[in-house]
């Protein structure tokens, strides 16, 4: 059985940073391409970044330079550094698992999802 679960979330001021973590667990980590998409209050679930197996990276053009994907193959981890937050970054942030390792920024890309967590930025 496949497990993502998410931590790091919470409540920071605008110009802070946090780093979510996303723990795989029932899947054979190193092959997954990992992912991240949030979800803000009646809008549709959007692509933040990607990371491949090989560390093949993507990222949305608007948060190129803010925010940061990376993986450790040994923990099963993939994390996401998030700096220089702005309100509009609020959202519920999902971790996403994929075998399809051509990374496509959209939500049905993803195999197995995370439960997500809650990341507030007040101003």
């Known amino acids: 059985q496949v497990q993502l679960v998410e931590s790091g979330g919470g409540l920071v001021q605008a110009g802070g940073s946090l780093r979510l973590s996303c723990a795989a667990s029932?899947?054979?980590?190193?092959?997954?391409?990992m992912g991240w998409f949030r979800q803000a209050p009646g809008k549709n679930r959007e692509f933040v970044a990607a990371?491949?197996?090989?560390?093949?990276?993507h990222y949305i053009d608007s948060l190129k330079g803010r925010f940061t994907i990376s993986r450790d193959n040994a923990k099963n981890t993939v994390y996401l550094q998030m700096n220089s937050l702005k309100p509009e970054d609020t959202a519920v942030y999902y971790c996403?698992?994929?075998?399809?390792?051509?990374?496509?920024?959209?939500?049905?890309?993803?195999?197995?999802w995370g439960q997500g967590t809650q990341v507030t930025v007040s101003s």
């Open positions: 990371i491949t197996g090989i560390s093949s990276i």
């Open positions: 029932g899947l054979t980590f190193s092959r997954y391409a």
């Open positions: 996403a698992a994929s075998n399809d390792v051509v990374v496509r920024t959209i939500p049905a890309w993803a195999d197995y």
